[in-house]
């Protein structure tokens, strides 16, 4: 028994990560808009490849008054060179509610690492985003900072980063608004098994000048190992903003299988 176990632990593994997803699905949960990025999911932890890369389809649908239809497409680029890494990441959503299509959000992301002296690393970041549902016509982010692999282990590897970025926002019914926000994170990657990864990732972001003023962001998601260029997957993301601007909600979350093809 152990052995037919073994042999085909594969589609066991691929059969928990489809009930987890039923399950989840099944739990009520609504699909928002927030746009949480879990770099960990992106980044390589083996230097045999100097390029790799993905590019990742995901989908949601919910009912309550209409019919909600949704469609991400996901890009990703990374090159490791000796000690440093280069890392994009991109996304754009398509939305459909009753007989209505339109685009609602997207983001490009570029990442800069260079470990200098490990376990600690340098990182430096810029960010160009829009969210029609949360009235943002632009957020511009640019930063640094340094990121510290405190556990480093073949089953799990935990990091905490700490930055500072200049956040630069333009919202469709307020003043243009810039700071200058502390940006820390925790992130957890846990393999599961062979095929099945865990990625975690949360960041606190307080103004500098204002430390009531501070957003939460977390993101954790599930990827299994389909093949050798298929990767499936779903990820959880909840966004809390303590000052919201005037009529965007303060508590965001979205539920999202995905299908990634990598390269």
């Given at each position: 028994m152990i052995g037919i176990m073994g042999k085909y632990r594969h589609v066991t593994q691929l059969c928990c990560l489809c009930c987890i997803l039923a399950g989840l699905?099944?739990?009520?949960?609504q699909p928002a808009y927030s746009q949480v990025l879990n770099v960990e999911e992106m980044r390589t932890f083996q230097d045999s490849l100097p390029w790799?890369?993905?590019?990742?389809?995901?989908?949601?649908m919910s009912k309550s008054d209409e019919l909600f239809l949704n469609t991400t497409v996901t890009?990703?680029?990374?090159?490791?060179r000796k000690q440093k890494q280069f890392l994009y990441?991109?996304?754009?959503?398509?939305?459909?509610t009753?007989?209505?299509?339109?685009?609602?959000?997207?983001?490009l992301h570029l990442r800069f690492v260079s470990h200098?002296?490990?376990?600690?690393?340098?990182?430096?970041?810029?960010?160009?985003q829009y969210n029609k549902a949360l009235q943002i016509k632009q957020r511009f982010l640019l930063g640094c900072g340094v990121r510290?692999?405190?556990?480093?282990?073949?089953?799990?590897k935990i990091y905490l980063g700490f930055a500072a970025m200049f956040d630069d926002e333009i919202y469709q019914q307020t003043p243009r608004e810039q700071y200058i926000r502390n940006s820390d994170y925790i992130s957890l990657v846990l393999s599961l098994g062979k095929n099945l990864v865990f990625t975690s990732i949360t960041y606190y972001q307080p103004v500098f000048r204002d430390m009531a003023d501070y957003r939460l962001l977390t993101s954790n998601g599930l990827s299994f190992h389909?093949?050798?260029h298929i990767n499936l997957g779903i990820t959880y993301c909840l966004t809390y903003d303590s000052q919201p601007p005037a009529g965007v909600v303060s508590t965001v979350y979205s539920l999202k299988p995905e299908l990634l093809f990598t390269f």
């Open positions: 699905l099944m739990s009520g949960l790799e890369g993905s590019l990742g389809l995901k989908g949601e890009s990703h680029v990374q090159h490791l990441l991109g996304e754009f959503n398509l939305n459909r009753g007989d209505s299509t339109f685009s609602e959000n997207g983001y200098v002296k490990r376990p600690l690393a340098f990182e430096s970041f810029t960010q160009i510290w692999h405190i556990v480093k282990g073949k089953k799990a389909a093949g050798k």
